[in-house]
């Protein structure tokens, strides 16, 4: 089976432009989450997808931060403004309702923002 | 502040010795889990403990729980150097069907 596809795999960007990431998660998944994981830390969460709703945003600034997944498949996370505290991996991750089997995760992008 | 927090923080040991991981949480949950990431890529689930279990294996995994202390171990026996990776505890809190990640103990395997 496909895992999680994300891209890019790498993104430097200046402060202050906007960025734009890219999730496929597992056919058949309905849960879609979004971390954050900077450097020597644990990924945090930043918004959780079931089919194309909302169900968790509670960690995400949304003064710059974005994300949607239309017809319940990809995702898109957005950054606009980008700030130098933004340099982190994004991870994507996938599972079904029913979490048992745990989590799949994409290799994730690393950004850079200078 | 994350749910988790392990212990140590790194671990070196010589290939064949075991690993031992701890995790310590704080509220109640319905399942604990183990990732392992390896440098610069994502994590891979290896177990999940549901909360009414105390133990569970799965090849050279060992995982107990300890709900009354609300606390994990993650024992890796016999270890190789391919075994060399972060690993981070989960919760799934009771209520939530996400999971909050602790600070990952940074595992060495010197072969």
């Known amino acids: 089976e496909a895992g999680v596809a994300q891209s890019p795999r790498y993104k430097i960007i200046e402060k202050r432009q906007s960025v734009a990431f890219w999730c496929n998660p597992i056919?058949?998944?309905?849960?879609l989450y979004w971390y954050q994981q900077i450097l020597g830390q644990g990924p945090k969460l930043l918004i959780q997808f079931q089919n194309n709703g909302v169900v968790d945003d509670s960690q995400l600034p949304k003064d710059r931060f974005s994300a949607e997944r239309l017809k319940g498949v990809d995702s898109t996370l957005k950054i606009q403004p980008a700030k130098l505290e933004d340099s982190a991996v994004y991870l994507c991750?996938?599972?079904?309702?029913?979490?048992?089997?745990?989590?799949?995760f994409g290799s994730g992008t690393r950004l850079t923002v200078v | 502040s994350q749910q988790g927090e392990e212990d140590p923080q790194a671990l070196s040991i010589q290939e064949g010795e075991n690993a031992t991981m701890n995790c310590s949480y704080k509220t109640s949950i319905n399942n604990l889990q183990w990732y392992r990431q390896n440098s610069g890529r994502g994590l891979v689930h290896l177990i999940l403990i549901r909360s009414n279990e105390r133990e569970k294996h799965s090849g050279r995994l060992r995982v107990t729980l300890d709900t009354s202390k609300k606390s994990s171990s993650l024992l890796i026996t016999a270890s190789r150097a391919a075994d060399t990776a972060s690993y981070f505890c989960?919760?799934?809190?009771?209520?939530?069907?996400?999971?909050?990640f602790g600070t990952g103990t940074r595992l060495t395997v010197i072969p």
């Open positions: 056919s058949g998944h309905a849960t």
């Open positions: 989960a919760t799934e809190q009771t209520g939530a069907n996400n999971l909050f």
């Open positions: 991750a996938s599972s079904l309702v029913d979490t048992q089997y745990g989590y799949t």
